[in-house]
C-alpha cells in the first residue's frame, strides 16, 4: 500500500472515535456479524491476508460502542451478491441501491454515488448515451461480474453481450489492466473504484491522470452504502446495526474519508452527500 494510502487511512482512523463518542450503546449482537467482501476501491481493500479500507476500518472502530463485533472474508463480488441474496451474509457493503437488493436488505445510505463510462482520453466523439454507446459497435465494454447498478445498467449490460462487445471480469484491477493495454475501449463503474485499483496497480501506472469520465443519462445519480440482511438476522441485530450504521451516515465519515483520498477531478464525477 503506497504512503498516501496509509497517510489517508491514519486520517480517517483519528476521525472515528468522534462518530463512536455519538454513539449510545445498547445491547450487544447476540453473535458475530457476518461480512464477505471484495475490494471496491477504497470503501474495501482486500490484500496480504488483510481487509481494510472504509467500511471495514468503519466498523471496527464503532463496532465495540454498539456492542457488536464483524467477521470479514474476502470474496468474489459476483459470490458476495449470492452470499446476500441467499441469507448467508449478515451486511452487504458497498452497494448501490436497487430493487432487486431491496427484497432482500434493508438499505441505508452513506454517500450518493454514480456510474460512469470511463476509457483513455482519445480523440473519439463523446458518448451522448445509451443508444449512442450500442451503436458504435467498434469500442469494446468491460464491466465486473456482480456490480449493479440499477435496471438501466443490466438492461445495457445484456445488449452488449448480445452484440458481443461485452468482458466481464471479476475486479476492477483486472479491467484497469485491460484499458492500459488496450484490450477494451471503455469500462462502467463509479470512478473512484477504477482510481483504488488503478493506485494499487503498479503495472498501470500513470493511467489515472489520463481517465476520461463520460456520465450518460441512463446512470444517474444514486445512493450508496449497505445492506442489512432481512433474513439472516433477528430482530434485535438488526434494529442494533441499524442505529449503527445510520449514525455512521450522519457523522458524514464515509464522505470524509472519500474526500480525504480522491482528486477533486475523479470526486466529483462520483460522489457527493447523501
Not at 472504509?54 to 452470499?83: K, M, N, W
Not at 477504477?194 to 441512463?218: D, H, S
Not at 472519500?258 to 447523501?274: A, D, G, T
Request: glycine fraction near 8%; hydrophobic fraction near 40%.
Amino acid at each position: 500500500m503506497t504512503g498516501r494510502v496509509h497517510s489517508f487511512f491514519r486520517q480517517l482512523l483519528a476521525a472515528l472515535p468522534f462518530a463512536a463518542a455519538a454513539m449510545p450503546a445498547h445491547a450487544d449482537c447476540s453473535r458475530d456479524i457476518t461480512v464477505p467482501v471484495s475490494t471496491t476501491g477504497v470503501s474495501v481493500i482486500v490484500g496480504n491476508g488483510t481487509i481494510s479500507g472504509i467500511y471495514p476500518d468503519l466498523f471496527r472502530s464503532l463496532g465495540p460502542r454498539a456492542g457488536c463485533h464483524f467477521t470479514f472474508s474476502a470474496v468474489p463480488r459476483a459470490r458476495q451478491e449470492l452470499l446476500f441474496e441467499s441469507g448467508k451474509a449478515d451486511l452487504l457493503l458497498p452497494a448501490t441501491r436497487t430493487p432487486a437488493r431491496d427484497a432482500h436488505g434493508i438499505f441505508v445510505p452513506m454517500v450518493g454515488h454514480r456510474a460512469v463510462l470511463i476509457s483513455l482520453r482519445s480523440p473519439r466523439p463523446q458518448i451522448a448515451n445509451a443508444q449512442d454507446l450500442l451503436d458504435r459497435r467498434d469500442l469494446r465494454v468491460a464491466v465486473v461480474r456482480g456490480y449493479d447498478y440499477g435496471e438501466a445498467y443490466q438492461a445495457l449490460v445484456r445488449e452488449l453481450g448480445r452484440q458481443g462487445r461485452l468482458f466481464t471480469e471479476v475486479d476492477a484491477t483486472a479491467i484497469a489492466r485491460l484499458l492500459y493495454a488496450g484490450a477494451v475501449d471503455i469500462t462502467i463503474m463509479g470512478p473512484t473504484i477504477l482510481a483504488g485499483a488503478i493506485n494499487r496497480e503498479t503495472r498501470v501506472n500513470g493511467m489515472l491522470e489520463k481517465l476520461r469520465l463520460e456520465p450518460i443519462p441512463e446512470l444517474p445519480w444514486q445512493q450508496t452504502g449497505v445492506y442489512v440482511s432481512r433474513r439472516s438476522l433477528t430482530p434485535d441485530d438488526r434494529a442494533a446495526l441499524l442505529e449503527l450504521l445510520e449514525r455512521a451516515a450522519k457523522s458524514n465519515v464515509v464522505l470524509e474519508g472519500f474526500q480525504r483520498y480522491h482528486k477533486p477531478e475523479i470526486l466529483n464525477e462520483s460522489v457527493r452527500p447523501r
